[in-house]
């Protein structure tokens, strides 16, 4: 089965920050690659899909960029609703894979 | 506003058996695929098992197949995960999901899962 790594497992950032959040696959994965936001005790929230494009209500500052077999999410102004653990997963098949997330938290 | 309710979550002994429930409202249930996913106390989320729109279709996590099955009663917009010889590192909150993307013919795409429930817990213990 492919396999995703998340880097880094975590961070610390401050409001206004640039962060990005690397996603790797163990095998090329085409564009079938998404990002989620989970806060403490909620479900996840799906932020983009098929590797770039934002769902539906999700702010612009979240952007997704990659190819093949690795990818990013890069937040351009990290916002105080933002501190989350981030998990990406994959989509190109079954198992519907998730990366084992990366918590972001204030600096 | 698209909505899942799970319910079925509890506490049940090592081997033992539960069914979990997922109710969808405010949206066409019987055209998606949907999901299960888990997380662990502390943990990160596990991909547990998808179903096609008309449940002819269902794959697994290789830490569920054989134990656990998922199913679908279109008619009353609900999705199942019947869970049987059940294991310690099974304890989890269980989330259904609608997957975002779409089947065309044989060929289907998938996008992601962009409703979830709020989830319900499952505790395995002696």
């Known amino acids: 089965d492919i396999q995703l790594t998340q880097s880094p497992s975590s961070l610390s950032a401050s409001v206004g920050d640039r962060v990005t959040i690397a996603c790797r696959a163990s095998q090329t994965i085409d564009k079938y690659l998404n990002w989620y936001q989970q806060k403490p005790g909620k479900p996840p929230k799906l932020l983009i899909y098929?590797?770039?494009t934002l769902q539906n209500g999700v702010p612009s500052r979240f952007s997704g960029s990659g190819s093949g077999t690795d990818f990013a999410l890069t937040i351009s102004s990290l916002q105080p609703d933002d501190f989350a653990t981030y998990y990406c997963q994959r989509s190109l098949s079954t198992p519907h894979t998730f990366g084992p997330g990366t918590k972001v938290d204030i600096k | 506003q698209e909505q899942l309710v799970e319910s079925g979550g509890g506490v049940v002994q090592p081997g033992g058996s539960l069914r979990l429930s997922c109710a969808a409202s405010?949206?066409?249930?019987?055209?998606?695929?949907m999901h299960w996913v888990r997380q662990a106390p502390g943990k990160g989320l596990e991909w547990v098992a998808i179903i096609s729109p008309d449940g002819s279709k269902r794959y697994y996590a290789d830490s569920v197949k054989g134990r656990f099955t998922i199913f679908r009663e279109n008619s009353k917009n609900t999705l199942f995960l019947e869970m049987n010889s059940l294991r310690t590192e099974d304890t989890a909150v269980y989330y259904c999901?609608?997957?975002?993307?779409?089947?065309?013919?044989?060929?289907?795409?998938?996008?992601?899962?962009?409703?979830w429930g709020q989830g319900t817990t499952v505790t395995v213990s002696s």
């Open positions: 405010r949206f066409s249930f019987s055209m998606y695929n």
């Open positions: 999901a609608k997957e975002k993307g779409y089947c065309s013919g044989d060929r289907c795409y998938y996008y992601g899962m962009d409703v």
């Open positions: 098929a590797t770039s």
